[in-house]
């Protein structure tokens, strides 16, 4: 029996392999923002004549940063929860009254903009029509005269996460303030803000500090955050990362931007893979690594089934139970057994035998021994890697020996080669232990790729596939490379490299803007922004005359060399000069409209009604059926 | 190894074949047969209709086969035409293959009989012969009488046969000499000796052939055979650089095949079965399985399926919940918590519509990748094949990017209407081929941003950077490690054929374990049922630990490491904490009980249940006090279940009871825990907490919040098998029935 929504659906049972994935999603997070509203954090940054400069105030900054990190993370984690609590209104309001809650109290200056959740549609709504509707932000986000009591906030925040996310692994409180001494010399309410925030301790809550700087006050943690900010010990590395602080200082990087960047870097909750896991350097030489999937290929969700009967469609959850064919009966767990095709016949093993075929051993990573890095052939892929940091759990020590062994590897350019089963049961891979260097980004300097060491799976000799067998290459005249050469080296990506960052995915964006038309019944978006298509007119800015060069020293080569070949080649088939008297292009535009009256127009290829529409100066993406909208369209105008 | 296959297995069973030779406890004919089951076992695993097996006895009591009219084919049996072979023909023939009770029949004439039988075999209705895969293995212990016809002319007619029909032959004998194996049989008779020399000329005059003594063959079966894909194209199309369409002056395609070059190879996948009741075979699944094979292993199994029942919430329904049809359902999509309806017409909507297409977006110095950014398997692009205009241009892309050291970046849509994906291109550059690898990058959203501190530096809480620090590396334990890398270099630890050193562990020797571990188990299974499964082989292991004499070389080395090292093993986990808790301080180190003007309330409220709770404990030095709260946390927990509507509040009186547990555990007092457990379990059970909650049990065993073992805590007297037993509910639950 499995209760959760990704596993019922599976019709046939691909269990084994899919399993870690799963419970790996499992570990649920919560995340609960925290924005203070006063009359500073309402103030526009000052006047700046930088182009980029920004006018939000930092509170406002803050909404619009929580509005997208709302949107990001229904995509990128669609079952974590996120909520938005302002604190410091004139206004409050708490969650609403449902059949559970044991007369809600209402805590004064908290406004619960949007309840801890899953986020719906709703909650996205409640945010947008703040960033985008002035009136309504500024009734809205109107600081009290009152001061504000943070123990109140604190306890606002202890019993959203309990009613809300009473179980979740991961519990944070993320606070925006630019306050660094909220109760100044009220040691009462000090104290009691205090004992609030060991209560939020004790409950597995996380505070995060996103502290403002104004410009001409910095933010002084040790005032009153260090007293209300815990870390645990085991965690002291995350603390190494040093503190972070943001300004509002109108111009360069805006402070939304930074905002977002930073927050964006703590709000995926840290999820290992498999923790203290024995790494095995030499024989009787372990030390302790954690994993982490750094790499997640993320896919559009899943279809589910809705139900429309009732007030509001709501998403069915589905039960699978297992029983046997032919037979209502119901079969336990323990009944089952395995069997293998094999022979037009079933090999069958017991559940103890078939745990015994998969047990190579306990888990653990065992170096085998070093090659240079040189020796991994660029096409020997087939996973993607896991990312491993030390961890002093299980043997104290660990990380000064791994970042010793991080050194060597990147100063030499080594890889390790290692044995390596993640999990109990977990099918044995080789691995080639490769080293990472921190990699910061150049704008915000944070950190983009961490130092670290990572698990690149080797291919097994059963994963290799036989490409199909080709005549004896036709190596070209160095003229031609040479020419080849050029249109290379004028092309070089910004930076000279792949920057994943700058790709989102088309499909999965597509996908998401649609449903949230939809959901939030917005107009539906006419064209994809697909930053994965070339830059077209920067190539054909720099590359023109070399490509056009290339292409005359290809024509003459080929005329010469294979002429007769080329022609042969440049007959095409019959049928289709039947089908096609003329193209597109070629027709009068009374030619046009005869085909489109008959109906015909959707014969064409898109290929065709892309270069008719590209000749024509129209935009040539999307669907076919758009491409034959835009091409009625003109010969209607015309 | 993929197409049509027609193999002949020819084993010999003469009377001789009982013996048992060179201190080997089973018989000749066992021994050779373990290469052939395994072989034949291998075509049954492959599952594939036209992989063909037949199979001759030689030597045998009895004459049966193709040429037997004719003389001098006497004693050769045919026990198995060409055809598909199932597990029900497998046991025949184990049963079939018995030392006979004669020495006579020839083995060239069972193989005569052999290319007799593929020859028919694989002639198709024009006369001709198909394309097969075609061999015939005989296996003999070389001890019966050849008749070889008197001259050579006779042998060279055979192997000309052979050679015409592209026949592989495989001999194997029992004892045969090999020099290169290292086997030479000392006392080996005149007769044998013969035949050996006779066989071996056979098998030197044809194209096609392996001669060699059976140790081997059987040695080798642990190097397993690897299953091969035939190749597909992934793309067919133009690679294009610039808008060939805007301007096609100055912008380029080249007409290009993509295939796979690596794919994940998946284990084999078993389905679940049960075994009916009574032997039933009425339930036997026949649409599954072919009705007539015969069932030798799997005699009244039944299919196990699975089926949804399909919910949605329902406050007024008994448990909140009611079922609902599917047929009455719609499709659509969850945005966050929100469902979204689409329709049937529009359900492509969020469909991303893309073209097939194959475009550059830029290039990168090879340099600047970092492979750990792979996402998966590589591919393999070539110029179409009939084209020389293309091969040369796409000649041209390969060896400029070679010449600059850089690799291309490109979008690629495989087909019309699939994902776009980003991939990474290197140029290949082999005497016999010249070829574009890839391999795909992540997009912006496949990146997880976490943060790490660095490695080579550490910053403190004030934000100042430290080098030396104990997380960082001593420069001694640095140079060790350095020292100990380099001893463990695998470049040159291989020995090539020549005695040359080679890199040790190359990727054609990395055989999955896993697959082969199981696909070995199948078939030794299917061999002999009653077997049992066997450790992984020496062979699939050898990977799993450095080489033997590279440690020996590295050992003084590893020695200095672990000294420069200093690690410490943390002990087990300390027990008995009780009543020494370290109290958990903020940042700023303050003592935040000491703020506090009265003690700590002995009471727990239940809205702010667990940390009371937790405070509570950490403050408390008497069993009675600890007493106090465990009664008061378990009345909190009743309470939230017995008010929970539907299960509502379950989530929480579940965290509320995993707190409980956890600080039992930690103080050792399971007791505690145990009997309030036991109490709560009855009342669960007895509706007496606001109705029907078994469920809520069923989720306490889901989280593992059962009783506290002895394994887990010495105190506790309860045993695994009483902790298990407790949880269950019987057959009571959790099905309602469908």
């Known amino acids: 029996m499995a209760d959760s929504r990704e596993g019922w659906k599976n019709e046939e049972e691909d269990e084994e392999e899919e399993l870690d994935e799963t419970n790996y999603i499992a570990q649920k997070d919560a995340v609960l923002f925290a924005i203070d509203v006063s009359d500073r954090m309402l103030q526009p940054p000052p006047e700046s004549n930088s182009k980029r400069a920004e006018t939000d105030s930092p509170a406002m900054a803050a909404i619009k940063c929580a509005y997208q990190i709302m949107q990001q993370r229904i995509i990128s984690s669609p079952k974590d929860m996120m909520g938005v609590l302002l604190f410091g209104t004139e206004e409050s309001k708490f969650q609403e009254e449902d059949s559970n809650a044991r007369g809600s109290i209402a805590y004064p200056h908290c406004y619960l903009l949007s309840d801890l959740n899953i986020p719906a549609a709703e909650d996205v709504k409640v945010l947008k029509s703040i960033v985008e509707d002035p009136e309504k932000a500024e009734k809205l986000l109107s600081p009290t005269k009152e001061p504000v009591s943070m123990s109140n906030l604190l306890f606002c925040a202890n019993q959203i996460f309990t009613t809300r996310a009473p179980n979740f692994g991961s519990r944070r409180l993320f606070i925006i303030t630019d306050k660094d001494d909220p109760h100044g010399s009220d040691k009462t309410a000090r104290s009691q803000a205090t004992v609030r925030a060991k209560d939020l301790y004790d409950l597995g809550v996380v505070i995060e500090l996103f502290p403002i700087s104004q410009e001409d006050h910095e933010f002084d943690r040790t005032k009153f955050y260090d007293d209300i900010i815990y870390r645990d010990p085991a965690e002291e590395n995350d603390h190494a990362l040093g503190p972070t602080s943001l300004k509002s200082n109108g111009d360069g990087i805006s402070l939304l931007a930074s905002l977002v960047s930073d927050i964006n870097s703590k709000q995926v909750a840290k999820r290992t893979l498999f923790s203290n896991l024995p790494f095995e350097i030499g024989p009787g030489f372990k030390i302790s690594v954690k994993g982490y999937n750094l790499l997640q290929k993320q896919m559009p969700a899943r279809s589910c089934y809705v139900w429309l009967d009732g007030e509001t469609p709501q998403i069915v959850t589905g039960q699978s139970a297992r029983h046997e064919e032919h037979s209502t009966r119901v079969v336990e767990k323990a009944e089952i057994k395995k069997a293998y095709k094999f022979g037009g016949s079933q090999i069958m093993f017991s559940p103890e035998e078939q745990k015994e075929l998969k047990n190579f051993g306990l888990p653990g990573l065992r170096i085998i021994g070093f090659k240079p890095q040189a020796m991994l052939p660029f096409w020997a892929s087939v996973k993607k890697s896991t990312f491993i940091y030390p961890s002093e759990d299980d043997f104290v020590g660990s990380t000064r020996v791994f970042a010793a062994l991080w050194q060597k590897l990147l100063k030499d350019k080594k890889m390790g080669l290692a044995w390596y089963i993640a999990r109990v049961n977990a099918t044995p891979l080789l691995v080639a232990i490769l080293p990472s260097q921190e990699r910061f980004d150049e704008g915000t300097n944070v950190q983009v790729i961490p130092a670290g060491l990572w698990l690149y799976p080797i291919p097994f000799v059963d994963d290799i596939r036989s490409p199909p067998e080709v005549p004896a290459p036709l190596v070209a005249p160095d003229e031609l490379t040479d020419g080849m050469r050029k249109v290379v080296q004028q092309l070089q990506l910004p930076k000279a490299m792949y920057d994943p960052r700058k790709y989102p995915n088309p499909s999965l964006q597509w996908h998401y803007q649609i449903l949230q038309s939809l959901a939030l019944d917005d107009d539906l978006p006419e064209m994809a922004d697909d930053k994965t298509v070339p830059k077209f007119r920067q190539i054909e800015k720099r590359a023109a005359e070399y490509i056009n060069n290339w292409g005359k020293i290809l024509a003459e080569l080929s005329d010469s060399v294979k002429h007769k070949t080329e022609h042969d080649e440049d007959d095409p088939p019959k049928k289709k000069i039947k089908m096609k008297a003329e193209t597109l292009e070629e027709m009068s535009v009374a030619d046009l409209r005869k085909v489109i009256d008959a109906g015909t127009l959707s014969k064409y290829t898109a290929t065709d009604l892309k270069s008719w529409l590209v000749s024509k100066n129209l935009p040539a993406t999307g669907k076919k059926i758009d491409l034959i909208d835009r091409v009625e369209q003109w010969v209607e105008d015309n | ?738």
Not at chain 2, 104 to 125: P, Q
Not at chain 2, 186 to 214: H, P, V, W
Not at chain 2, 678 to 695: C, D, N, V
Not at chain 2, 703 to 731: N, P, W
């Open chain 2, 1 to 738: 190894m993929s197409g049509k296959l027609a193999h002949v297995y020819i084993v010999d069973q003469g009377s001789t074949t009982e013996e048992c030779h060179s201190g080997r406890m089973i018989s000749d004919l066992d021994y050779a047969l373990q290469f052939v089951w395994d072989k034949i076992a291998t075509v049954l695993s492959a599952n594939r209709k036209t992989w063909k097996v037949g199979v001759l006895g030689l030597r045998s009591d009895e004459t049966r086969n193709t040429l037997s009219e004719e003389e001098g084919y006497e004693n050769i049996n045919l026990l198995q035409d060409i055809d598909e072979i199932n597990i029900g023909h497998l046991h025949e023939l184990q049963a079939a293959l018995k030392p006979s009770s004669t020495a006579a029949g020839d083995s060239i004439s069972a193989i005569v009989v052999a290319i007799d039988m593929i020859e028919r075999h694989c002639r198709l209705g024009t006369g001709k012969q198909g394309k097969f895969g075609k061999k015939i293995v005989l296996v003999t212990d070389g001890k019966g009488s050849i008749d070889d016809g008197g001259d050579q002319a006779h042998i060279n007619s055979i192997a000309d046969r052979i050679d015409e029909l592209d026949i592989e032959l495989v001999i194997l004998g029992t004892d045969f000499d090999d020099l290169d194996f290292g086997f030479k049989e000392e006392d080996k008779t005149e007769r044998k000796r013969n035949n050996e020399a006779l066989l071996k000329l056979l098998t030197e005059r044809c194209n096609k052939s392996q001669f060699g003594t059976i140790a081997e063959a059987v040695d080798n079966l642990e190097v397993p055979e690897v299953k091969t894909a035939k190749p597909y194209p992934t793309f067919k199309g133009r690679l294009s650089l610039g808008d060939y369409f805007k301007y096609p002056e100055t912008a380029l395609y080249i007409d290009v095949q993509r295939y796979f070059k690596t794919k994940q190879a998946k284990v084999p996948s078993a389905s679940s079965f049960t075994t009916a009741p009574n032997g039933n075979p009425g339930t036997q699944p026949s649409h599954t399985l072919p009705v007539d094979t015969e069932m030798i292993d799997a005699k009244n199994l039944a299919v196990v399926r699975n089926a949804y029942r399909y919910q949605v919430h329902d406050p007024t329904a008994p448990g909140g919940k009611r079922d609902v049809e599917r047929d009455d359902l719609a499709k659509g999509y969850e945005y966050g918590r929100t469902a979204v309806y689409i329709s049937e017409a529009e359900l492509n909507i969020t469909k991303f519509q893309t073209l097939a297409s194959f475009s550059i977006i830029g290039f990168v110095p090879s340099d600047k990748y970092e492979r750990y950014l792979n996402m998966g398997p590589s591919c393999i692009t070539i110029a179409q094949t009939v084209n020389p205009k293309a091969v040369m241009a796409l000649s041209s892309l390969i060896h400029a990017l070679f010449e600059l050291e850089s690799y291309a970046v490109a979008r690629i849509v495989g087909k019309d209407g699939k994902d776009p994906e980003i991939i990474l291109l290197a140029p290949l550059i082999e005497p016999d081929l010249e070829a574009l690898i890839d391999v795909p990058l992540p997009f912006a959203e496949d990146l997880r941003m976490y943060r790490f501190p660095p490695l080579d530096r550490v910053v403190t809480t004030s934000g100042a950077t430290v080098s030396k620090h104990r997380n960082l590396p001593s420069e001694d334990l640095e140079n060790s490690m350095s020292d100990y890398v380099d001893a463990m270099e695998l470049s040159n630890f291989g020995k090539d054929e020549e005695g040359q050193p080679t890199e040790y562990m190359t990727i054609n020797e990395n055989y999955s374990p896993a697959i082969h571990r199981i696909n070995q188990a199948i078939r030794s299974r299917a061999i002999d049922p009653h077997g049992t499964v066997e450790p992984p082989s020496e062979f699939l292991m050898q990977w799993s630990n450095p080489p033997v004499g590279l440690v020996e070389k590295a050992t003084p080395g590893l020695k200095a490491l672990v000294e420069a090292a200093d690690i410490k093993k943390v002990e087990a986990k300390k027990m008995g904490r009780r009543f020494a808790r370290e109290k958990a301080k903020p940042l700023s180190g303050l003592d935040v009980d000491s703020l506090l003007d009265t003690p700590v309330s002995q009471t727990i409220s239940a809205e702010n249940a667990i940390p009371e709770f937790k405070q509570l404990l950490t403050n408390t030095t008497t069993d009675s006090a600890v007493q106090t709260a465990a009664k008061q946390m378990g009345d909190i927990i009743k309470e939230f279940v017995q008010d929970s509507t539907g299960d509502h509040s379950y989530p929480r009186a579940l965290e509320n009871l995993k707190v409980f547990r956890n600080e039992m555990v930690t103080f050792e007092m399971p007791e505690l825990y145990n009997k309030f457990m036991r109490g709560f379990k009855k009342l669960l059970l007895k509706e007496e907490l606001g109705g029907e909650r078994r469920e809520f049990f069923v989720r306490v065993g889901q989280q593992k919040l059962g009783l506290i073992e002895h394994k887990t805590v010495e105190q506790s007297d309860v045993t695994e098998e009483q902790a298990s037993e407790f949880l269950s509910l019987k057959s009571e639950l959790p099905y309602r029935g469908r």
